[in-house]
């Protein structure tokens, strides 16, 4: 079974819109998750670390919610540069040697 | 500040030869490194671990005789890539990790695209 789980989309969205991400994990021991964006023939980029219940940045807010198992990661008015892959990585916490990556979620905000 | 480097940024070479892939990490000392890869269209799959020092420990179906990894100083891990072929075509990407700063955190280099004529 995988450890994590999306939506692979792509979800097509216009500008300004919010759009969100579900992932849903099977380990229940993770306690720490990283959602990074990928752009095209690049590497991943870190966006936002969730420790805890959840984080906010700017427009990007991401939401843990244990009892159910999944990550959720929220954009705010959506800009063309937000146009990438998303992955939600679970992090190290449960003894992997390196963070391990599925397909994401492919986002392409259109004009 | 954790800025991982990596050289050349995309090669093209012919088949039945070695390219080397550096990896640096410029303002930290990285206690492991990991090589990944990623076809296109595919996600990054984890190659191989290393640490500074030591033998690489590979993921199953990573074949350690053709991608040779050396970690022999701690800012520095080569990739060798031996004998290569078409379908080692794709895009290697490292990380670097160290002890003691944001323990849970990975910095990846920029890749490299390497194509095999």
């Known amino acids: 079974r995988k450890e994590v789980e999306q939506d692979p989309g792509p979800f097509n969205v216009p500008e300004g819109a919010t759009v969100a991400f579900n992932c849903t994990y099977s380990n229940s021991a993770s306690q720490s998750f990283f959602w990074y964006r990928q752009d095209c023939r690049k590497e991943p980029k870190l966006l936002m670390s969730?420790?805890?219940s959840g984080n906010e940045d700017g427009r990007f807010t991401a939401q843990l919610n244990r009892a159910s198992q999944y990550i959720s990661l929220l954009i705010r008015d959506s800009k063309l540069s937000d146009s990438a892959t998303y992955l939600c990585v679970p992090g190290l916490d449960t003894g992997r040697r390196a963070l391990t990556f599925g397909s994401g979620t492919r986002l392409q905000v259109q004009p | 500040g954790a800025v991982v480097s990596q050289h050349p940024s995309w090669v093209i070479c012919k088949s039945g030869t070695s390219v080397k892939i550096e990896c640096r990490s410029l303002?930290?000392?990285?206690?492991?490194m990991f090589w990944y890869r990623q076809f296109p269209k595919q996600s990054l799959m984890l190659m191989a671990t290393?640490?500074?020092?030591?033998?690489?420990?590979?993921e199953q179906g990573v074949e350690k005789d053709k991608f040779l990894i050396n970690h022999a100083s701690l800012t520095l891990s080569t990739l060798t890539v031996t004998s290569a072929h078409p379908e080692d075509s794709s895009f290697y990407i490292c990380?670097?990790?160290?002890?003691?700063?944001?323990?849970?955190?990975?910095?990846f280099g920029p890749g490299t695209r390497l194509t095999v004529t």
């Open positions: 290393s640490n500074e020092g030591s033998k690489a420990t590979y």
């Open positions: 990380s670097a990790r160290t002890q003691g700063r944001g323990v849970h955190e990975q910095y």
């Open positions: 303002d930290f000392q990285a206690t492991t």
């Open positions: 969730v420790y805890s």
